[in-house]
Structures are given as structure tokens and as C-alpha cells.
């Protein structure tokens, strides 16, 4: 089975300073990751996704993600938050293993807030 | 490319009545597609996977004769929300999955639907 967990209902930061979004996860397998964002009755946009290769991977809009492997992490950060950042983002698994089919297993989600 | 419409993005109707949701791939075919509920201020729950010309692979707990699915071709499937009561008042999202040869997945803008 894989798992998410993404242990901070909500993050704070002010607009200008550094965040991090944290995520963890469990497959039994190699894992794809993945983070979305989401605004307000909207659907999932893509951020980034972590497949192979490089352990620090960069995505849409500023934002990155270190892939840890003894942490079993995928934290999601940005060096310098804005206040259109604040949005409700979500961390994702699937296990590479074909068997596991292609199912996605989500986080809970975090709360984003940029403050000016 | 890989772009997914859904429709409606919002839609209110009375208890007892049906209301179905459309899941359109625009630029790709999709033989799979993912049905997701997300109450406020929570994770997506997968509700279903929709395999093209076969039966949806319900998820436990997810009645199969209150949210029919069906997925009769490449480019479409449907969740039908059968006499909607107002615990069905929720967010609902698809997603195709990725094609052959990629990792990506595709989500749509999502519905919001409520039972008055």
C-alpha cells in the first residue's frame, strides 16, 4: 500500500521569506511524487514531479522539491513566497511497480498562507 | 496538449433528482480516468477508477449504484450522482491518467455540486 503524509494543516509565512511545504510518503517500491496546487473550487495544477534522476527537482512558478530517499520526503519549498502563492497544495504518490497499477495517492493537504 | 475539460464547474439541484458530471480528455485519449471527491478542507478521495469499455473499479465504501460511471469512450467518461441527497453536496474532481511512455497526470477544474 502507499501513503501520504503531509503533517502541517497549515503553513505561515510572511511574503518575501523562504517556505516549506512538508511531505513524506510510504510505497513499497520506488516512488513517482508529485505536488499540485489548488486554488478555491478549483481543480489540481500541476507543480512538479519527481520520476528519477536529480534528487532536487524545480517546477512551475518558482518552486522545487528535494527527493529524499532515507527520509522517504518530498518537501516542497520556494525561496521567496508572494502572497499569490497562498493556496491549498497537495502531495502525491505512485508506486513505480507496475503492479500497483497507476493509482495516485494524495496527502491531506496544506494551507498555504503568504502574509504581506 | 493533454488537457481535460469537465463540466459542469458548478451545479445546484433539488434531493431525489440525478445530475451528471462530464469528463472530457480535449487533446489525448484517455483509456483511464480517475473520479475524486473532496469534502472542505480536505484530500481527495478517490471515489473510482473508469477503464474504457469496461466497469468502474469502485473504491470501499463508494456505492456503485449511487454514482454510476461510465466510460464509453477514449475521450469520455461520466459520474452520475443518482437521487442526490444533500451529504452528496461536494466537490468533484477527474483525472486521466497518464498516456503511454508518460508519468503525468491530468486533472479538470473540478464541480461543485450541491443538493438543496
Redesign the interface.
Known amino acids: 500500500a502507499q501513503s501520504v503524509a503531509q503533517p502541517e494543516d497549515q503553513v505561515n509565512v510572511a511574503e518575501g521569506n523562504p517556505l516549506t511545504v512538508k511531505c513524506t510518503y510510504s510505497v513499497s517500491g520506488n516512488p ?1 511524487l ?1 505536488w ?1 496546487v489548488q486554488y478555491p ?6 507543480l512538479l ?1 519527481y ?1 528519477t534522476g536529480d534528487n532536487l527537482v524545480k517546477g512551475s512558478y518558482g518552486f522545487e522539491a528535494e527527493f529524499n530517499k532515507s527520509q522517504t520526503s518530498f518537501h516542497l519549498k520556494k525561496p521567496s513566497a508572494l502572497v499569490s502563492d497562498s493556496a491549498l497544495y ?1 502531495c502525491a504518490v505512485r508506486d513505480m511497480n507496475n503492479n500497483a497499477g ?8 496544506t ?1 498555504l498562507m503568504v502574509k504581506p | 496538449g493533454a488537457v481535460v475539460s469537465q463540466h459542469p464547474s458548478r451545479v445546484i439541484c433539488k434531493s431525489g433528482t440525478s445530475v451528471k458530471i462530464e469528463c472530457r480528455s480535449l487533446d489525448f485519449q484517455a483509456t483511464t480516468m480517475f473520479w475524486y471527491r473532496q469534502f472542505p478542507k480536505q484530500s481527495l478521495m478517490l471515489m473510482a477508477t473508469s477503464n474504457e469499455g469496461s466497469k468502474a473499479t469502485y473504491e470501499q465504501g463508494v456505492e456503485k449504484d449511487k454514482f454510476l460511471i461510465n466510460h464509453a469512450s477514449l475521450t469520455l467518461s461520466t459520474l452520475t450522482v443518482t437521487s442526490a441527497h444533500p451529504e452528496d453536496s461536494s466537490f468533484y474532481i477527474c483525472s486521466a491518467a497518464p498516456r503511454q511512455g508518460r508519468i503525468g497526470y491530468t486533472f479538470g477544474s473540478g464541480t461543485r455540486l450541491t443538493v438543496v
Open positions: 513517482y508529485f499540485y473550487n478549483r481543480g489540481l495544477q500541476f514531479k520520476i497537495f497507476n493509482m495516485l495517492t494524495f496527502g491531506g493537504g494551507r
